[in-house]
Nanobody, 114 residues
Framework: QVQLVEFGGGLVQDGGSLRLSCVVNGRILSSDVMGWYRQAPGKERELVAR??????RYADFVQGRFTISRDQGRNTVYLQMNSLKTEDTAVYYC?????????WGQGTQVTVSS
């Protein structure tokens, strides 16, 4: 059973930075698509960033501010978030797509104050 656990959420001021970590209880395969999503209150869950076969893709609203990376030796995926804005406040979820399966972490709260 694949499990994903997120760390690193918290409260930060507008313009600040946070780094989220997602630890997988097993190997991350090269073919796995690793992603970060977020869900703000009253809104649908949306893709933030995705990392697949060495290529990273970002939602327009985080382009240039967030960086996704993966350390397969540590079975960990990171989301470095810089220049945070109040509208980035949400629960952030780690996601793994392996073959036809989707796995999710429990989420970590990120709150950006003005």
């Amino acid at each position: 059973q694949v499990q994903l656990v997120e760390f690193g959420g918290g409260l930060v001021q507008d313009g600040g930075s946070l780094r989220l970590s997602c630890v997988v209880n097993g190997r991350i395969l090269s073919s796995d698509v690793m992603g970060w999503y977020r869900q703000a209150p009253g809104k649908e869950r949306e893709l933030v960033a995705r990392h697949q076969m060495g290529t990273a893709r970002y939602a327009d609203f985080v382009q240039g501010r967030f960086t996704i990376s993966r350390d397969q030796g540590r079975n960990t995926v990171y989301l470095q978030m810089n220049s945070l804005k109040t509208e980035d406040t949400a629960v952030y979820y780690c996601n793994m797509k392996r073959y036809t399966y989707d796995y999710w972490g429990q989420g970590t709260q990120v709150t950006v104050s003005s």
